[in-house]
C-alpha cells in the first residue's frame, strides 16, 4: 500500500471511539434482577451458535468496566460507544426501571466522563427481552411502544450526563436476520413477520425519539445506526441494475425512507406485494417515523455485489449474513449474491475502504446538512499472542489505515463526518460465531479474561492522540 505524500489529519474536534455492545461483553446476566433476552434463549438453543458458546460470562466487563475504561484511556480514546441492556434495566420490557441495573450504567458513564472520554449510548443492540419476544416480538406494534417507554426511563436516568444517543443499532440485522433467515435471535424465518419486524423498528425508533426528546435536555444528539449496504450491480445491463436497486431497497430504503424522508420506497413496496400487503403501516406512522435526527451512524464493513439471476425458491445466500435455508432478502430470489474479489477478513468479507467513501457521500447527499459518524468499522483477524504475550496485527493496522483515509477523503470532498468507531474496543462474543471470529483492538484470553492491547490498539491509540494517521508500521 503506497504512503500518503503528507500526513492525513483530521479536524481537531474529530471523535476517535471504539464500540461495544452489551450481550457481546456484559455477562453477569442473572445478576441485580436481569432476565434472559432473545439472545440468551437463543445462545442457549442447541445448533445456533458456534460450539454452543453463548455471552453468559463473555468478557465480564459488568465486573471489569472500571479496568476497560482505564485501557480506554490509556489507549488515548476520546468516545466510546456502547448499549444498554433493556433486560437489565426492564427485565420484563414493561412496567419501572430495576435501579440497580440503570446504576450500572450510571457507574460507567460516570468512570468514562472521569477520564474525559464522551459516552454514546445506544439503546438496542439487538437484545430484546425474552418476554417481550414471547408476546410476539418485534413483528408485533406493541414492541415498539414498549421500546418508547424503556428509552424515556434510561433518557430521564442518563440524560444528564451522555449528549451522544444512538436509538437502534442496526435494525436490518433484527428484522432480517432475526425473523427472515433466521441465523440471528430470536431465530424465526417468516418473510412477512421480518417486513413486519422493519416496520414496527422504523416506528420504535421514531417513537424513542420523542420520548428522548420529551426527556432530555435540548443540547442532547439523537441518532440511529444503519448498517447501510453499499450495492454494487454486476454489469450495467437493465437486469442487474434492476437486482441492485431492489437490494438496496431492502437494505437501505426501508429504513432511511422512513426515518429521513417520510414514506417507504414504491419500489420496495411493490416487489414485496406478494409477501405482505403494508397494512400494518397505519395512518400517522410515517409522521411518528419522521422525527428530526441530530445525526446519522453508519456502519460498514463490505459492500455488496448482486447481479440478476433466475428465480428458483429460498436458497443459501453467499451474502455475508450467515447461511440459512431461508433469505434474508424478502420478495428477492431473482437476485444473486457475487462474491467480491479482493483480499479478504476471517469473515470472508472483501476489504474495500472505497465502499466506506461511498457510503459517507451517499448520505451526504441522502441527508444534507445532518452530521455523520461511521459508529462500526473494523476487521476480524486470527489474532494469536507471540511467546512474549504481545499481539501484533498488521493486517488490521492496514485495515484501518485503509478506512480511515477513506474517511477522511470524504471530509475533504464536503462531508461532515464527526468521528469514527473502532469495532471492536476488545474481543468479545461474535454473536452466532461464538468466540471464534476476533474483531477486538485489544486481544482478551478467554481463560483468564487478561487483556491485551494489540497492535492495532497503539496504532490507533497514537492517531487519536494526535489526529493523524501514523504510516503503516508504525504502533
Not at 493496522?397 to 461532515?416: E, K, M, N, P, T
Request: negative net charge.
Amino acid at each position: 500500500m503506497p504512503e500518503p505524500v503528507t500526513p492525513v489529519t483530521f479536524p481537531p474536534a474529530f471523535l476517535w471511539g471504539a464500540a461495544t455492545s452489551a450481550y457481546q461483553i456484559e455477562g453477569a446476566v442473572r445478576e441485580d434482577g436481569r432476565t434472559p433476552s432473545i439472545w440468551d434463549t437463543f445462545s442457549h438453543t442447541p445448533g445456533r451458535t458456534a460450539g454452543g458458546e453463548h455471552g453468559d460470562i463473555a468478557v465480564d466487563h459488568y465486573h471489569r468496566y472500571r479496568d476497560d475504561v482505564a485501557l480506554m484511556a490509556d489507549l488515548g480514546l476520546t468516545a466510546y460507544r456502547f448499549s444498554v441492556s433493556w433486560s437489565r434495566v426492564q427485565p420484563t420490557g414493561r412496567g419501572p426501571a430495576v435501579q440497580v441495573g440503570l446504576d450500572f450504567y450510571r457507574r460507567l458513564v460516570d468512570e468514562l466522563l472521569a477520564v474525559g472520554i464522551k459516552p454514546a449510548l445506544t439503546l438496542y443492540h439487538w437484545d430484546l427481552p425474552q418476554e417481550l419476544e414471547d408476546a410476539g416480538g418485534w413483528p408485533e406494534r406493541d414492541t415498539a411502544y414498549r421500546f418508547a417507554e424503556y428509552a424515556q426511563i434510561v433518557g430521564e436516568a442518563l440524560g444528564d450526563r451522555v449528549e451522544q444517543w444512538i436509538t437502534l443499532n442496526e435494525p436490518w440485522c433484527s428484522a432480517f436476520l432475526g425473523y427472515g433467515s433466521g441465523v440471528h435471535a430470536p431465530g424465526r424465518t417468516d418473510a412477512a413477520a421480518s417486513l413486519k419486524a422493519a416496520h414496527h423498528l422504523n416506528l420504535a425508533h421514531g417513537l424513542a425519539t420523542s420520548a428522548l426528546r420529551s426527556a432530555m435536555p435540548a443540547r442532547n444528539s439523537i441518532a440511529v445506526s444503519l448498517n447501510s449496504s453499499v450495492v454494487r450491480p454486476a454489469s450495467q445491463s437493465p437486469e442487474d441494475m434492476a437486482a441492485a436497486r431492489k437490494i438496496d431497497d431492502l437494505a437501505n430504503g426501508v429504513f432511511h425512507g422512513p426515518m429521513l424522508h417520510g414514506s417507504y420506497p414504491q419500489s420496495l413496496l411493490d416487489a414485496t406485494r406478494s409477501i405482505t400487503d403494508w397494512s400494518y403501516v397505519l395512518d400517522g406512522d410515517l409522521t411518528r417515523i419522521h422525527q428530526p435526527l441530530d445525526a446519522l451512524g453508519l456502519n460498514y464493513y463490505t459492500p455488496t455485489l448482486v447481479a440478476a439471476a433466475e428465480p428458483s425458491g429460498p436458497a443459501p445466500r453467499a451474502d455475508g449474513h450467515g447461511v440459512s435455508a431461508f433469505s434474508p432478502w424478502p420478495g428477492a430470489d431473482d437476485v444473486a449474491f457475487l462474491q467480491t474479489p479482493g483480499e479478504r477478513t476471517e469473515m470472508g468479507w472483501t476489504i474495500d475502504p472505497t465502499g466506506l467513501y461511498d457510503l459517507i457521500l451517499r448520505y451526504t447527499r441522502e441527508a444534507p446538512g445532518l452530521p455523520l459518524y461511521v459508529t462500526e468499522n473494523g476487521a476480524a483477524y486470527d489474532d494469536k499472542p507471540d511467546p512474549e504475550g504481545n499481539v501484533h496485527d498488521p493486517e488490521r493496522i492496514a485495515y484501518l489505515h485503509g478506512h480511515l483515509s477513506a474517511v477522511r477523503r470524504a471530509i475533504a470532498d464536503g462531508a461532515d463526518v464527526r468521528g469514527y468507531y473502532l469495532w471492536s474496543l476488545m474481543d468479545n462474543f461474535e454473536w452466532a460465531y461464538g468466540y471464534g471470529k476476533r474483531f477486538g483492538a485489544v486481544y482478551v484470553d478467554y481463560a483468564t479474561l487478561a487483556r491485551t492491547p494489540k497492535s492495532s490498539a497503539r496504532w490507533y491509540g497514537e492517531a487519536a492522540r494526535t489526529g493523524a494517521l501514523p504510516t503503516v508500521g508504525e504502533a
